[in-house]
Each structure stands twice: as structure tokens, then as C-alpha cells.
């Protein structure tokens, strides 16, 4: 189960991720928002992150206007490596090297279809482990 959410500014791009998801066979939980209406990233971030971190979802989305807001929230949570990508090379590194479990993303940033790819390719990926997983431990360790 992928858990995926957004404030209003990226509502409409976190509803077409999860249309094209589900579109794909794949399993997502929508932890809203429901509609353009004004909120708060850091109370968007914390449904998708507590999810992730719960075990209930193995991966989450979060989506803001930028991206950069619900990505410093996320990272806020001990033991979410949340990753802003806005290519398909860094998707696909988030996992690889730095096994993020969260991928954020910009609405008012990147087109709808290499949103698409991105997300696509962050789910695909599986972390390397061997030299990054010491690099992990590290942060980890910043973490306590
Ligand atoms: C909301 O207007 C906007 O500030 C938010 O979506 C995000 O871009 C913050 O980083």
C-alpha cells in the first residue's frame, strides 16, 4: 500500500498521481486533501508520514506547491527520509542510495507527466544497501 497526500497547492496533481496509480493496479491510501480549499502543509504531512512509519503503507507521496514545505515537515518525523524530486535520476537515487520512504513533489512545479515518471520510477527502485546503509545508520544516529 503507497499512501499519498498534499495540501491545496498540490491537490490537483496528487489527484491525477493517484487516478494514474490506481491506473497501474497499484494500492494507494488518499490522505487527502479533498479539495483546493486553504490548509496547512505541516498538518497534511503528518497523516502520510505517521502511515509510513506505522508500517500501514510501505511508501508514502506528499505533494505542495513547491514541494519544499511538506518535505521539511515530513523530515521532521524521526525515521522518514522524505526526498523532493523534480527528475527521474533523483527518483530514482531517493531509494537507491538514500532509501527515502517518502517522495514529495511540487504541483506548481513539475508537469503532470513527469510527475508520472518520477513517482513511477521511485516506486520501482529498491535500495542498494552495502555503503548507503552505513549512511543511513549516520543519520540515524543525528536522529537520537
Ligand atoms: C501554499 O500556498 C504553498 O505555500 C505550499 O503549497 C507549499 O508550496 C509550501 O512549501
Given at each position: 500500500?503507497?499512501?499519498?497526500?498534499?495540501?491545496?497547492?498540490?491537490?490537483?496533481?496528487?489527484?491525477?498521481?493517484?487516478?494514474?496509480?490506481?491506473?497501474?493496479?497499484?494500492?494507494?491510501?488518499?490522505?487527502?486533501?479533498?479539495?483546493?480549499?486553504?490548509?496547512?502543509?505541516?498538518?497534511?504531512?503528518?497523516?502520510?508520514?505517521?502511515a509510513?512509519?506505522?508500517?500501514?503503507?510501505?511508501?508514502?507521496?506528499?505533494?505542495?506547491?513547491?514541494?519544499?514545505?511538506?518535505?521539511?515537515?515530513?523530515?521532521?518525523?524521526?525515521?522518514?527520509?522524505?526526498?523532493?524530486?523534480?527528475?527521474?535520476?533523483?527518483?530514482?537515487?531517493?531509494?537507491?542510495?538514500?532509501?527515502?520512504?517518502?517522495?514529495?513533489?511540487?504541483?506548481?512545479?513539475?508537469?503532470?507527466?513527469?510527475?508520472?515518471?518520477?513517482?513511477?520510477?521511485?516506486?520501482?527502485?529498491?535500495?542498494q544497501?552495502?555503503?548507503?546503509?552505513?549512511?543511513i545508520?549516520?543519520?540515524?544516529?543525528?536522529?537520537?
Amino acid at each position: 500500500m503507497i499512501a499519498i497526500g498534499s495540501d491545496h497547492g498540490g491537490f490537483e496533481l496528487k489527484e491525477h498521481i493517484l487516478e494514474h496509480l490506481r491506473g497501474e493496479g497499484i494500492e494507494v491510501k488518499d490522505f487527502g486533501v479533498h479539495s483546493e480549499e486553504s490548509v496547512d502543509y505541516p498538518d497534511c504531512a503528518k497523516p502520510v508520514c505517521e502511515a509510513v512509519l506505522g508500517g500501514e503503507c510501505e511508501r508514502g507521496i506528499l505533494v505542495c506547491g513547491t514541494g519544499i514545505g511538506i518535505s521539511i515537515a515530513a523530515n521532521k518525523f524521526k525515521g522518514v527520509r522524505a526526498a523532493l524530486c523534480g527528475d527521474v535520476f533523483s527518483a530514482k537515487m531517493a531509494k537507491e542510495h538514500n532509501d527515502a520512504n517518502i517522495i514529495c513533489l511540487g504541483g506548481r512545479v513539475t508537469g503532470r507527466e513527469l510527475a508520472f515518471m518520477i513517482v513511477d520510477t521511485f516506486l520501482e527502485a529498491e535500495f542498494q544497501g552495502g555503503r548507503h546503509a552505513e549512511r543511513i545508520k549516520k543519520i540515524h544516529q543525528i536522529e537520537k
